[in-house]
């Protein structure tokens, strides 16, 4: 008996390998993805802006990363006793506005120098709402009318929320993918629409959102532009279906969701050889956190020098990843 509607995922037109650059940007659910393929020793670069999840603030952060931009002191503002910026997430905000433009700066840098090397970049939309500035914000960094990328826990008075049209977002996606083909021709730009619901926007409007979201994928690829689109939304809400894979707040797909779509991801857009790597790679790293009762014993010693005798293998043979963590850690336990 069948128990959920299987979907067919077309494969990308090149598939990724270990040695390839991932820059990705986007929505909380990046950082699952990026998390997923770091641990598996995958060269990425996730979310050098924080989490995005307008189209809006990652088109923005695009232009930055493109431009090089150098951010000063009259792009911050000063709120709750730390300095922000309203293109950026609160990791980077600091009581410090040196410190909190070092961190900024720092980002956008190593950003642009990832991007000319990148192979792919994944861009994962959240949502079609943007968030306005009002002149009840008499704050520097922006002026009235502008869009932000996160709020800062600012006041509701301050910001004028509205859906972005769909020729808005084709346009300024567009235009960013055209400029990252300019500066890189070879990068592969795969696209994919957060299955996390934003309830707070209420859940006639969230579907609004998303549904704008799609619209603009297929916009973008009727008009010939080279992107991959990957099913995470597709994944999680028309395959698993069920609030057993959602977190306790009914809005975050859990930890079995989330790798779910992983597996799926590593099968359907990474190449054979690097999914094989990808499994040893993983039996290694559940050594490398496992953490035993009893570590005197034989058992365990002999299986802590199997260990480090795999890790200095993979070290040797697969110079461009780096194993010195686990060599490390299985030399000085065994």
Request: neutral net charge; proline residues 3%; charged residues 20%.
């Amino acid at each position: 008996m069948q128990w959920h509607l299987p979907i067919s995922i077309k494969s990308p037109a090149r598939k990724i390998a270990y040695q390839d650059k991932i820059l990705l940007a986007g929505s909380c659910f990046t950082e699952h993805i990026g998390k997923g393929l770091s641990d598996l020793k995958f060269d990425v670069l996730q979310n050098p802006h924080g989490i995005l999840f307008g189209v809006d603030a990652i088109c923005q952060s695009l232009e930055d990363y493109l431009s090089s931009r150098k951010y000063t002191v009259q792009d911050l503002f000063h709120l709750n006793g730390v300095w922000n910026c309203w293109n950026h997430h609160s990791i980077f905000s600091d009581i410090d506005s040196e410190r909190a433009l070092e961190k900024i700066n720092n980002s956008i840098a190593s950003a642009h120098s990832f991007l000319k090397q990148s192979n792919y970049i994944v861009l994962t939309l959240g949502s079609s709402f943007c968030y306005q500035l009002t002149d009840e914000a008499q704050l520097a960094g922006k002026k009235n009318g502008e869009l932000v990328a996160n709020c800062h826990r600012a006041p509701a008075s301050w910001f004028t929320k509205k859906l972005l049209s769909v020729d808005w977002m084709v346009e300024r996606l567009g235009s960013c993918i055209t400029k990252l083909r300019e500066i890189n021709p070879s990068i592969q730009v795969m696209v994919t629409v957060s299955p996390v619901r934003h309830i707070r926007d209420g859940v006639q409007e969230n579907n609004r959102s998303k549904a704008r979201l799609f619209e603009t994928i297929q916009q973008l690829e009727e008009k010939g532009f080279p992107i991959y689109y990957f099913p995470a939304y597709e994944l999680v809400v028309d395959v698993l279906r069920d609030y057993r894979f959602y977190d306790i707040d009914l809005v975050h797909p859990n930890f079995a969701a989330t790798e779910y779509v992983i597996e799926q991801f590593m099968k359907i857009c990474v190449e054979t050889s690097s999914q094989e790597l990808a499994n040893e790679i993983k039996k290694l790293r559940t050594a490398f956190r496992h953490r035993p009762q009893h570590r005197n014993t034989s058992q365990h010693k002999e299986f802590l020098q199997q260990m480090f005798q795999k890790a200095t293998q993979f070290q040797s043979a697969y110079p461009f990843l780096d194993f010195s963590a686990e060599v490390s850690y299985f030399s000085a336990e065994s």
